[in-house]
């Protein structure tokens, strides 16, 4: 679909939705970078494994970092929506495993895992916008995507320092 059929395809309202949706997608990735960042610490702490403590947030970047370029790839072959849907599945099951967690080595594991499905969120989010919003109106949009991330740069280690002062990792 041109960029020009997308225009017509779409009505402001429904543009909106999926911005909402796509938002939504990266506030919890970008949430989950900035709450992690101040809870790490105690963590590692927690698992007497603070030597290790690069390779939880190393293991992420580096997942994340692939995983946008295969996804993006994957994406343009079975479509965005199946992508992002799949992204979002793989993230939470990994913050599941990440919760779960019994020691470091896990830990890691499941990062790897979750920066798979982060590097699909913030590919599909991105391409979705795209997809939906001609050239000339995209920079309005993804200023909307930055106010997200700042929100979470924000309220992430706001939010990591509670969870780790007031209650459990």
């Not at 020009?4 to 989950?32: N, P, W, Y």
Request: charged content about 10%; aromatic content about 8%.
């Amino acid at each position: 679909m041109s960029n020009a059929d997308a225009q017509t395809a779409f009505s402001h309202k429904e543009v909106l939705r999926i911005l909402s949706g796509v938002l939504l997608c990266m506030l919890m990735a970008a949430l989950d970078q900035t709450v992690l960042a101040t809870a790490l610490p105690a963590i590692a702490a927690d698992f007497n494994a603070v030597p290790y403590l690069s390779w939880c947030i190393v293991a992420y970047l580096l997942a994340s970092t692939v995983s946008t370029l295969v996804m993006g790839k994957l994406s343009d072959l079975w479509g965005r929506r199946v992508l992002l849907e799949i992204s979002i599945g793989i993230f939470l099951v990994a913050a599941v495993a990440c919760a779960l967690a019994p020691n470091m080595g896990f830990l890691i594991a499941a990062r790897v895992v979750q920066g798979i499905g982060g590097g699909g969120l913030y590919a599909m989010g991105q391409a979705a916008i795209a997809d939906v919003v001609s050239a000339r109106e995209r920079g309005r949009y993804q200023a909307y995507i930055t106010t997200a991330f700042t929100s979470a740069a924000i309220a992430g280690p706001v939010v990591g320092g509670l969870c780790v002062e007031y209650l459990t990792w």
